[in-house]
């Protein structure tokens, strides 16, 4: 079974592959298998490389991923609260989101599910950054 720390520096490796703007070491975080649903409701991007282009459009715009707080852990879930900041249409946004994640037995992220709407998103001139 996968171990807190694990799911922890999962969520830490994510962030950094933002902050990288590295889409291979985003999508390597997933199972083969794995499901991202983001945001939930919208299409689903199935398997490692439809994820991996999914996170290379995505760090296209710039995208920065700000915690706010620690991860929440249930394991194999795990959920966790941060704001989005990027380029989106030529302004710069910020988006409140949770993500969750479901870890297989091998560390891997079967499913990930972000929760956010259009009541999430706001230019970021209006917003202040998260408190980590």
């Given at each position: 079974?996968?171990?807190?720390?694990?799911?922890?520096a999962a969520v830490q490796a994510y962030v950094?592959?933002?902050?990288?703007?590295?889409?291979?070491?985003?999508?390597?975080?997933?199972?083969?298998?794995?499901?991202?649903?983001?945001?939930?409701?919208?299409?689903?991007?199935?398997?490692?490389?439809?994820?991996?282009?999914?996170?290379?459009?995505?760090?296209?715009?710039?995208?920065?991923?700000?915690?706010?707080?620690?991860?929440?852990?249930?394991?194999?879930h795990l959920a966790f609260a941060m704001q989005?900041?990027?380029n989106w249409q030529g302004r710069d946004m910020?988006?409140?989101?949770?993500?969750?994640?479901?870890?297989?037995?091998?560390?891997?992220?079967?499913?990930?599910?972000?929760?956010?709407?259009?009541?999430?998103?706001?230019?970021?001139?209006?917003?202040?950054?998260?408190?980590?």
């Amino acid at each position: 079974m996968v171990s807190p720390e694990q799911m922890s520096a999962a969520v830490q490796a994510y962030v950094a592959a933002f902050d990288k703007g590295d889409p291979d070491a985003a999508a390597a975080l997933f199972a083969e298998d794995a499901v991202v649903e983001d945001p939930i409701g919208s299409p689903p991007h199935v398997g490692q490389a439809a994820i991996r282009a999914f996170y290379a459009a995505s760090m296209k715009t710039g995208a920065k991923l700000i915690l706010s707080g620690p991860p929440r852990l249930a394991p194999p879930h795990l959920a966790f609260a941060m704001q989005v900041r990027l380029n989106w249409q030529g302004r710069d946004m910020a988006i409140d989101v949770i993500d969750t994640m479901e870890f297989n037995a091998d560390g891997k992220v079967r499913r990930m599910q972000a929760y956010f709407g259009p009541s999430n998103m706001s230019d970021t001139a209006t917003r202040s950054t998260p408190d980590a």
